[in-house]
């Protein structure tokens, strides 16, 4: 089996409880070559947790000394665009987490290099890899006429698991001139997707852009881009939005928030006439957490209640398995960048039905 060679850009949380570790538990498909990161006590982390001795703070330096073959781009949501482009440049494949970017032109840049480069680009959706949505996905049609849809993701904040869980150095070495521009230019990418918003809007467009494009991803694959957004409304003080979406003959409610429970809800559930499927999430931070399928249905007199567990692999893994079999298959994967694009109209339609709001 062809092994890929992988450089990592963005040594950050994500990187340190999940890639690295899903990376070291597939050796025969990744050998994990070099990293990169801004700060250099992340670097000595690579180094000294993972034992990676090719350690960067340039992404440029890195691509221009070390034969890849991909590049997963991990790093903070302002620079993937550019970083994807580098490395599409320099002839690798790449796997870049969600959001794949901010605005429009940033898609329209990274779409036009993955053309000119031939090469492919994957945006990392795990949760639509997850067993127990793909079984969802096949059972879809035993539900006849959907008549009801809920998209809720409602969570506490994710270091509130990860510090009981896991062993993560946020780095405390960032220049405040580095920070300001990521700032700066994060707001300059909102302005470019959604126009001169609120404040309080610009922070809902990166909230659907970084944990709603999740659900709102995984929802489009079920069951299609929603026609319309009928309604929304963000809840003042808490950012919490509620959106009301048009399908032919249903509706979907979209409900999503962070707050400062220690706990985990996100799910998908779908209603038929005498069945309901439920797709039902667990934090991706402590691996190996099944994503459950509950089936509720009436036959006759009868009303049954089941749960599946299809797997105990971690959606991270079922990820980069597939990433690996579409690199070294020469496929397409589901997750394009045109597939991230929809989600990015999506999330402005919403941002502009709360501006009339």
């Known amino acids: 089996m062809t092994k890929l060679r992988v450089g990592l850009v963005g040594l950050g949380e994500v990187a340190q409880v999940i890639h690295l570790p899903v990376l070291a538990s597939l050796p025969h498909l990744f050998d994990v070559r070099a990293v990169c990161d801004i700060s250099p006590s992340l670097l000595e982390v690579a180094r000294n947790r993972f034992g990676i001795a090719r350690c960067y703070q340039s992404s440029t330096d890195m691509l221009a000394q070390e034969e890849l073959d991909c590049i997963l781009v991990l790093n903070s949501d302002e620079y993937h665009a550019d970083c994807v482009v580098e490395a599409l440049e320099s002839g690798l494949d790449v796997l870049v987490e969600k959001p794949m970017c901010l605005s429009p032109q940033e898609a329209d840049r990274i779409i036009e290099a993955r053309d000119r480069a031939g090469k492919t680009v994957m945006v990392g959706y795990m949760r639509r890899f997850a067993p127990a949505f793909l079984q969802a996905k096949e059972r879809l049609a035993s539900l006849g006429k959907v008549n009801y849809v809920r998209v809720h993701d409602i969570i506490g904040q994710n270091q509130l698991i990860v510090d009981q869980t896991s062993l993560v150095e946020r780095p405390t070495d960032i220049p405040a001139d580095v920070a300001a521009e990521r700032s700066r230019r994060g707001g300059e990418l909102v302005r470019e997707a959604v126009g001169a918003v609120p404040d309080e809007l610009a922070g809902a467009y990166r909230l659907l852009c970084g944990l709603g494009s999740h659900d709102l991803s995984a929802m489009r694959e079920l069951l299609g881009k929603p026609k319309s957004v009928i309604a ?126």
């Open 232 to 357: 929304a409304h963000r809840s003042a003080g808490t950012g919490f939005i509620t959106a009301l979406l048009e399908y032919d003959g249903f509706v979907a409610t979209y409900e999503t928030g962070v707050d400062a429970q220690l706990r985990f809800d996100a799910h998908i559930e779908v209603y038929g006439d005498s069945s309901t499927m439920r797709v039902q999430y667990d934090t991706p931070y402590v691996r190996h957490l099944p994503t459950r399928l509950f089936v509720d249905e009436t036959s006759g007199d009868e009303y049954r209640q089941t749960v599946s567990r299809p797997h105990l692999k971690d959606p991270y893994t079922a990820e980069l398995e597939y990433f690996h079999h579409v690199i070294t298959n020469g496929l397409t994967p589901k997750t394009t960048p045109e597939d991230f694009v929809e989600d990015l109209e999506l999330f402005a339609e919403i941002i502009r039905v709360l501006d009339k709001a």
